[in-house]
């Protein structure tokens, strides 16, 4: 069973920039969406980015501070996070679909890694 592990999370200041890791365990999933999903305590699981084939979708809340993009020859796919705001803290959380187009529908996807925490302050 494929495995993701994030990390990158941490403790930033507003304005400041992370890059988020997700290192997936078998290269044959890389073929498959990948998507980035966030929690903050209190609130509903919300959509972040997701990445397919050929085509990419960032969410409202973080379009154009956002990125995510993957490397097939490492297995990584990764979130940069730009110009963030408090409201940006959150658990992220990686996860994959078995279809190769990109969504933002949580429950398409199958697989989730643990997490990583981002912490914005103020």
């Known amino acids: 069973q494929v495995q993701l592990v994030e990390s990158g999370g941490g403790l930033v200041q507003t304005g400041g920039s992370l890059r988020l890791s997700c290192v997936v365990s078998?290269?044959?999933?890389?073929?498959?969406?990948a998507g980035w999903f966030r929690q903050a305590p209190g609130k509903e699981r919300e959509f972040v980015a997701s990445?397919?084939?050929?085509?990419?979708i960032t969410s409202d809340s973080v379009k154009g501070r956002f990125a995510v993009s993957r490397d097939f020859a490492t297995n990584v796919v990764y979130l940069q996070m730009n110009s963030l705001k408090p409201e940006d803290t959150a658990a992220y959380y990686c996860?994959?679909?078995?279809?190769?187009?990109?969504?933002?529908?949580?429950?398409?996807?199958?697989?989730w890694g643990q997490g990583t925490q981002v912490t914005v302050s103020s």
């Open positions: 996860a994959l679909r078995v279809a190769y187009s990109s969504s933002f529908d949580a429950n398409e996807y199958y697989y």
């Open positions: 078998d290269d044959t999933f890389m073929r498959y969406a």
């Open positions: 990445i397919g084939g050929t085509d990419s």
